[in-house]
C-alpha cells in the first residue's frame, strides 16, 4: 500500500520564514559592524590630521632655523606683530608667558604680512581638504647662567622664543573646536642654532 511522505526532504531548500530571519541576523551583524568602521575611519582620519599638522609644525621650525639670529625678525614690525599678538589663544599664551614681544625696529609698518615669519595666518589645505591655518609668533626670553627656563628677566644670554601654532577644524575631532597643535623652539639671538622647549601639545 502507498503512503504519502509529509516530511520535507532536505532538498526543498528555505521557508520563507526562515530566509526572513536569516537575513534580520544579518542586518543587526551588519549594524554593528559599519558603527565599528566608522569610529575607525574617524580615528584614523583624526590621527592623519593630527600627524600632519605636526609635520607643517616641525617644516616652520626649520624654516625659522635657516634664519641667523635676527634674521628671523625680519619685516616683523611692531604693528603687525602687535595686532598678531591679540590674536593669539591662551595655549600660546601660556608658552609665551611674560616674555616680551619681538621685532623688526627698523621694518615698515605693515609689512609683518610679507616677513620672513610673517604675522598673518598661512593657510595649508591636505588631500582630505582639510585646512589648517600656521601662525608664528616670536618673542624675546633670557637664559640665566644657572641654566633654569628662559625668562624675561634681561640677564643672561638673550634667545627667540619661536612659538608655532597650527588650527584646523575637523568634526568630532577635538573636544573645544579647532583643534589646536602648539610647539616652540628657542633659537640663539646671535645664530640659528635651535633649541627645542620640551612643551608640545594638541588640543
Known amino acids: 500500500m502507498a503512503t504519502t511522505a509529509n516530511r520535507r526532504s532536505a532538498d526543498d531548500g528555505f ?7 536569516a537575513a534580520s541576523i ?10 565599528f568602521v566608522l569610529t575607525a575611519l574617524r580615528t584614523t582620519r583624526a590621527q592623519a590630521s593630527l600627524l600632519f599638522a605636526v609635520t ?3 617644516d616652520a621650525v626649520e624654516t ?26 591662551a ?9 616680551p614681544l619681538a621685532v623688526d625696529s627698523t621694518a615698515a609698518s605693515g609689512s609683518g ?12 589645505t591636505d ?27 634681561a640677564t643672561g644670554t638673550a634667545y627667540l622664543l619661536v612659538v608655532v601654532d597650527l588650527d584646523w577644524s ?3 575631532q577635538c573636544d573645544q573646536p579647532p583643534c589646536e597643535y602648539v610647539t616652540a623652539a628657542q633659537l640663539a639671538a646671535n645664530n640659528a642654532d635651535a633649541v627645542f622647549d620640551p612643551f608640545a601639545d594638541t588640543v
Not at 137 to 152: A, H, I
Open 15 to 21: 521557508s520563507m520564514l526562515e530566509a526572513m530571519v
Open 26 to 35: 544579518v542586518a543587526i551583524c551588519l549594524v554593528g559592524s559599519i558603527g
Open 56 to 58: 607643517l609644525a616641525t
Open 64 to 89: 625659522a632655523r635657516t634664519q641667523a639670529g635676527s634674521a628671523v625678525l625680519k619685516g616683523r614690525d611692531l604693528n603687525s606683530v602687535q595686532a598678531q599678538w591679540s590674536t593669539a589663544t
Open 91 to 99: 595655549r600660546v599664551r601660556a608658552v609665551v608667558g611674560a616674555n
Open 113 to 124: 604680512a610679507t616677513a620672513t615669519l610673517p604675522t598673518v595666518p598661512t593657510v595649508t
Open 127 to 153: 588631500a582630505n581638504g582639510v585646512t589648517y591655518r600656521r601662525s608664528y609668533f616670536v618673542n624675546r626670553c633670557w637664559q640665566p647662567t644657572d641654566g633654569t627656563t628662559c625668562q624675561s628677566t
Open 170 to 172: 575637523v568634526r568630532g
